[in-house]
């Protein structure tokens, strides 16, 4: 026998959201709390009517319940959940790299690395300061190929030249094309 339904509390709260809902998240919210307990669904017929799986209808359930009757806005993914400093505390750390880039026209990336795995205390991968610099606009500036090319105007000595074969211009070989 399945346990009794929950959340009689705030049933009118799920009424009134569904009315009021905007998003689709917001009426699966609403229709969550509200079928089991008007219509006696199991959560099954709840997860098929609106959509979604049995665990997925659960939790909607569960967040409405528990945010006292207020449709839960989705959860926005994104940003730096493992950043090391903010972009501001990063910007300070890279400002003086930044004045010697500018006033020698060269900046080291293994100095960069050295100071920061002094600044937090752990060694960093070469590629934690590369994405730092460019997270700050920095580009490795690489010469153009073409910079260096000699003039293509004047071929090269080196180029190859239509020759007869040895044997041709010794005349081997030419009686018996002949003979045939």
């Not at 060269?106 to 205390?121: H, Q, T």
Request: aromatic share 6%; proline share 4%; glycine share 6%.
């Amino acid at each position: 026998m399945a346990r009794p339904a929950r959340g009689t509390e705030v049933l009118d709260k799920a009424k009134e959201a569904l009315a009021k809902a905007r998003t689709v998240e917001e009426i699966r919210q609403a229709q969550a709390v509200i079928l089991p307990l008007e219509y006696d669904f199991s959560m099954e017929q709840v997860a098929a009517v609106i959509g979604v799986s049995r665990g997925w209808a659960c939790q909607l359930r569960t967040r409405f319940i528990r945010s006292g009757g207020q449709p839960e806005k989705k959860r926005q993914r994104g940003g730096r959940r493992r950043e090391n400093m903010s972009k501001e505390e990063e910007a300070l750390f890279l400002a003086p790299f930044f004045a010697k880039e500018v006033h020698c026209g060269l900046l080291v990336v293994g100095e960069v690395k050295k100071a920061l795995d002094v600044r937090l205390g752990r060694k960093t991968a070469l590629a934690t300061v590369y994405n730092l610099l460019h997270r700050h606009n920095w580009r490795k500036l690489v010469p153009d190929k073409d910079q260096f090319q000699v003039e293509v105007a004047t071929p090269p000595d080196w180029k190859k030249t239509i020759r007869k074969s040895s044997h041709e211009s010794a005349g081997i070989g030419q009686e018996q094309s002949h003979a045939r």
